[in-house]
C-alpha cells in the first residue's frame, strides 16, 4: 500500500514537473526579448519620406493625443457596434473558445466604467485586471497594452473619459468551459504576460522602434499576424507568421512575406486598405484600416512598414 501511494505520488511529481517545463516553454516563446531590425534598415529607413530628418514629432494638446492613441490602439474596433454608441461595447469577438463581447467603457456609473480611477484603467490595460482583483480574458489585448508607456496611458485615459456616457448594457460572453472559466486566466497570465516597455538594442533608428511601438503596443498587428500556440498565447519566435484565427486564415506580414512590399506600398495599404495588385484588403484587416492606420499620421504608417520590413524574426 505505501509502495503504491510512493509511486503515485513520483509520477505526480513527473507529470507536474514535465506540465512545468511545459508550460515555461510556452511563455519562452511568447517573451518578446529585444527587438533586432536587420542590416538594411537604413535603406529602409531612407524610403520613408516621413523619416527624412530622423524624428517624427507631432504637436498637440494632451486631449488630441488621447483620441489618436484612442484611434491608434483600435479600440473602436472591439468597444463600438456598429450603430451603436461610441465605446459602448456590444462588438461580438469570434475566437476558437467562443464569443465574447466587448464591454461598455464610456464613463456611464452604471454600464460603463464611471467608478473607474486611473489607477484601475492602468491595473486593467497593464495587469489585465478588474478594480476587483478578477482577470480578464485575452480577447482584450491587454498582453499588448502592457508595453504602452506612463504617458501614453495617461493621455489615453483623457479620451476614454471624454467619450459620452452611454447606458448601454454589457452582453455576457458565450464562452464554453474550460475556457470560460475566469479562475484559470492568472495561471494564464503567469505564463503569458510580459510586464514592462518594448526592448531595442542600442542604436535604432527612431523610425523602426517608433514602428515596433505601434505594431507591438497600440495597434496589436500580432494578435491576428502571429500564430499562437496550444493555449491561445502568441508564438514570438514566428512574429508575423501568419496563423489562424477560429475559421479565418490571416495572411504572413514578416519581411520573408512583404519582400515584394516597398515601404510606401505597405503604408499605403495600411492608408486606404489598396493592396499593390489594386485590390482591397476586407473583413478584420478593412476594420483595422478604418479604425487604426487610417486615422494615423503618414509617418507612422511609414514607421509601421520600416518595422515589419526590418525586424529580424528567425
Ligand atoms: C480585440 C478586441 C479589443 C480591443 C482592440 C480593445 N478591447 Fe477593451 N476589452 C475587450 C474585451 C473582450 C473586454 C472584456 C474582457 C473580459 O470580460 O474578461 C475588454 C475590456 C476592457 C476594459 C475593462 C472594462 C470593464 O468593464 O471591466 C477596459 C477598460 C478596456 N477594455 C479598454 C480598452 C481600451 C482603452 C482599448 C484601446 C486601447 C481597448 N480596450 C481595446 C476587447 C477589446
Ligand atoms: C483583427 C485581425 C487583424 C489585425 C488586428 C490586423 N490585421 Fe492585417 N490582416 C488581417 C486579415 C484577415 C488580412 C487579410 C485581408 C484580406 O485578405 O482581405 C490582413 C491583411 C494584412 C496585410 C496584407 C497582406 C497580404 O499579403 O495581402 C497587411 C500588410 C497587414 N494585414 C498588416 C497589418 C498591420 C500592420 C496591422 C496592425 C496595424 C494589422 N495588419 C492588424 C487581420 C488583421
Redesign the pocket.
Known sequence: MRRTIGLVLVLLFAVAVAGGWWLFDQGAAAARGPLHPGPEIAELVAAAPGWADGVSAVEATPRERGAYLLAAG?CASCHTADGGDALAGGVALDSPFGTFYAPNITPDAEHGIGGWTFADFERAMRRGRAPDGTAYFPAFPYTAYAAITDADLADLWLAVRAADPSPTPNRPHEVPPPFGWRALLPVWQAVFLEEGTLAFPADVPAAFARGAYL?EAL???G???TPRGPLGGLDRTRAFAGGRLGD?T??A?DAE??ADWSVGD?AF??SIGM?PDGDF?????AK?VEN??GPMTAADREA?AVY?KGLVTR
Open positions: 483600435g505594431t495597434a496589436h498587428c494578435e491576428c499576424h479565418r490571416m495572411p506580414v512575406a512583404l505597405i495599404m495600411l493592396l484588403v476586407g473583413g478584420d484587416m483595422v487604426t492606420t509601421i515589419l
